[in-house]
């Protein structure tokens, strides 16, 4: 990541941070606008309710912060698709009990920390390749995976809303 203090600034970097930033603000914005009835009700395609959801989305950018770093770094990550897959039922489970402050704090604070990271980011680390667990293992560059996190919330967040729209 940039030293700080470094003058150089990635315009990529930049640009991938204030995406998430927008998608990060508009997840925000929909927890905090939500009631006690719109928070549990169940998102289709999700299994979840809508906290749980928001939830999620919190938590992935806690995930993207470590799997960025890994990224960058050139170690890659290990975590699998299957290592996922039961975190996120592990994930759900626990976070049924969740409020909405609660949830709008970690997506505020996880959320400061990914943006934090993309932004830190540099072309040479964006443009470091090394292997992706979840994938299957597959190397590709960091900067493929810097644009998930924006995408992640917009997809789940989209779930949401429609769930709270009454769309199925």
Do not use: Y
Request: aromatic share 4%; charged share 25%; glycine share 12%.
């Amino acid at each position: 990541m940039r030293s700080p203090g470094c003058p150089t600034v990635s315009e990529r970097s930049d640009a991938l941070a204030a995406d998430f930033a927008r998608a990060n603000g508009k997840a925000l914005a929909f927890a905090r606008s939500c009631t006690d009835e719109q928070w549990a009700r169940t998102v289709a395609g999700e299994g979840w309710t809508v906290g749980v959801v928001l939830h999620h989305i919190a938590e992935g950018h806690a995930h993207g912060v470590r799997w960025l770093g890994e990224m960058a770094s050139g170690r890659g990550v290990t975590d699998t698709a299957e290592d996922i897959d039961r975190d996120n039922a592990a994930h759900a489970a626990r976070a049924g009990s969740v409020g909405q402050v609660e949830t709008v704090a970690l997506l505020q604070a996880n959320g400061s920390r990914l943006e934090e990271m993309l932004r830190g980011l540099s072309d040479d680390e964006l443009d470091r390749s090394a292997p992706f667990g979840p994938a299957g293992g597959r190397s590709f560059p960091t900067g493929e995976l810097a644009a998930v996190p924006a995408r992640h919330t917009l997809e789940h967040l989209s779930h949401a809303m429609d769930a709270v729209a009454g769309v199925h």
